[in-house]
Nanobody
C-alpha cells in the first residue's frame, strides 16, 4: 500500500519561500509520476507541478512556472516543492499524488494521494 505524507506548510508573508516535502512509502517509484496539486477554499483541486520519478522531466502550471520547483530525493523516497516569490493567491492546501499509469494535469490521473498541508500567504 502506497502512503504519502506531506509536510512543510505554514503561514508566510508574500514574497517569501517555503519548501514542501512528501515522504512516500510502500514501494519504490521508478517509472511512476509524482505531482503536486492545490486546493483553495471553495475551489477545485488544481495542478501545480509534476515529474517523472525516474527521468526527472518536469511540468508546471503557468501560474507557478518560474517560481516553483519540483524535485525528488531517490534515496529518501521524498518529493519536494520549492516555492519562491509566494503570493496570497498561492494560499491553499497542497497535496502530493502518485500515478502508476502516466503523467498529467488532472486529478483522475493520480491514484495515490496524501492528506495535504496548509500553505497560507499573507499580504
Amino acid at each position: 500500500q502506497v502512503q504519502l505524507v506531506e509536510s512543510g506548510g505554514e503561514l508566510v508573508q508574500a514574497g517569501g519561500s517555503l519548501r514542501l516535502s512528501c515522504a512516500a512509502s510502500g514501494r519504490t517509484f521508478s517509472g511512476y509520476a509524482v505531482a503536486w496539486f492545490r486546493q483553495a477554499p471553495g475551489k477545485e483541486r488544481d495542478f501545480v507541478a509534476a515529474m517523472w520519478w525516474s527521468w526527472g522531466t518536469t511540468y508546471y502550471a503557468d501560474t507557478v512556472k518560474g517560481r516553483f520547483t519540483i524535485s525528488r530525493d531517490n534515496g529518501a523516497n521524498t518529493v519536494y516543492l520549492q516555492m519562491n516569490s509566494l503570493k496570497p493567491e498561492d494560499t491553499a492546501v497542497y497535496y502530493c499524488a502518485v500515478s502508476d499509469t502516466g503523467i498529467g494535469t488532472t486529478t483522475t490521473t493520480y491514484r495515490y494521494w496524501g492528506q495535504g498541508t496548509q500553505v497560507t500567504v499573507s499580504s
